[in-house]
């Protein structure tokens, strides 16, 4: 990864290495990380038996719409995930800086975090971890789309260019459209599309065209 910018790059070894660490806990069969750093819905804890048969408490705690970012569930899970960071994250921290770069990523991380966390409460009932960077993958294509919105992108399995807002605007409506419908239930969409919100009022923050002005504004 030697043309990566320093963030992008090191944000791609912490993911990498703590899916490495899931797979030699075995994380998906012991919760061994999932219990405490996976993203679980506001309330009181599950008491139920763990691996070992003894039994074991989860629930939400106050680091976990940071730290459920960097877990992810299976190896096509991380796989895209890292593939739209190393596709456009570069791109994004040299516009941005590493500074701002860094705390774009958190910002929609944990926008994401707190839009799943409201759909988690009021419209879906179940005791279930969200996992994943997606949420933040989502926030940077959408600054993608916003500051380089003529630039081709091409799909594996949709091999026709196009337009990167189009691109980002039509990945956006589909995943309100499956959010809403229910399709593929086990995917977080309403946390894409909270990514991608707070994204987008950082990027309007830092450019000046919120009533809370920023001290220095994006050039672009």
Same mark, same amino acid.
């Given at each position: 990864m030697?043309?990566?910018?320093?963030?992008?790059?090191?944000?791609?070894i912490a993911?990498?290495?703590v899916f490495?660490l899931q $797979?030699?806990l075995?994380d /998906?069969?012991?919760m061994a990380l999932t219990?405490t750093?996976?993203l $679980?819905?506001?309330g009181? /804890? %599950?008491?139920a038996p763990?691996?070992d048969?003894? @039994?074991v408490? $989860?629930?939400?705690?106050?680091?976990?719409? =940071?730290?459920?970012?960097?877990?992810?569930g299976g190896f096509?899970h991380?796989f895209?995930n @890292?593939?739209?960071?190393y @596709?456009? *994250?570069?791109?994004?921290?040299?516009?941005?800086?590493?500074?701002?770069? !860094?705390?774009?990523y958190?910002v929609?991380?944990?926008t994401?975090?707190l839009a799943?966390?409201? =759909?988690a409460?009021?419209?879906?009932?179940?005791?279930? #971890? %969200?996992?994943?960077?997606?949420g933040?993958i989502?926030?940077?294509?959408l600054?993608?789309?916003m500051?380089y919105?003529q630039?081709r992108i091409?799909?594996?399995?949709f091999p026709v #260019? @196009?337009?990167?807002w189009?691109f980002v605007?039509?990945y956006?409506v =589909?995943?309100? =459209?499956?959010?809403v419908?229910?399709?593929?239930p086990?995917v977080a969409?309403?946390?894409h599309?909270?990514?991608m919100?707070? *994204?987008y009022?950082?990027?309007?923050y830092?450019?000046?065209?919120? #009533? !809370?002005?920023?001290?220095t504004r994006?050039?672009?």
């Amino acid at each position: 990864m030697p043309n990566l910018p320093p963030v992008t790059r090191n944000l791609l070894i912490a993911n990498i290495a703590v899916f490495l660490l899931q $797979w030699l806990l075995h994380d /998906d069969s012991t919760m061994a990380l999932t219990r405490t750093f996976a993203l $679980w819905p506001v309330g009181p /804890d %599950t008491l139920a038996p763990g691996p070992d048969g003894n @039994m074991v408490s $989860w629930g939400f705690r106050l680091w976990q719409p =940071v730290t459920y970012a960097f877990l992810h569930g299976g190896f096509n899970h991380i796989f895209a995930n @890292m593939l739209g960071l190393y @596709m456009f *994250g570069g791109t994004i921290e040299r516009t941005f800086g590493a500074r701002n770069f !860094l705390i774009y990523y958190l910002v929609c991380a944990i926008t994401a975090a707190l839009a799943q966390l409201a =759909v988690a409460q009021w419209l879906i009932h179940g005791i279930y #971890p %969200t996992v994943g960077a997606s949420g933040a993958i989502f926030g940077i294509l959408l600054a993608f789309g916003m500051f380089y919105p003529q630039e081709r992108i091409m799909l594996l399995f949709f091999p026709v #260019p @196009m337009p990167a807002w189009l691109f980002v605007t039509g990945y956006a409506v =589909v995943e309100l =459209v499956s959010g809403v419908t229910g399709a593929q239930p086990n995917v977080a969409h309403f946390a894409h599309l909270g990514g991608m919100l707070g *994204g987008y009022v950082l990027i309007e923050y830092w450019r000046g065209r919120l #009533p !809370l002005k920023p001290k220095t504004r994006l050039s672009r």
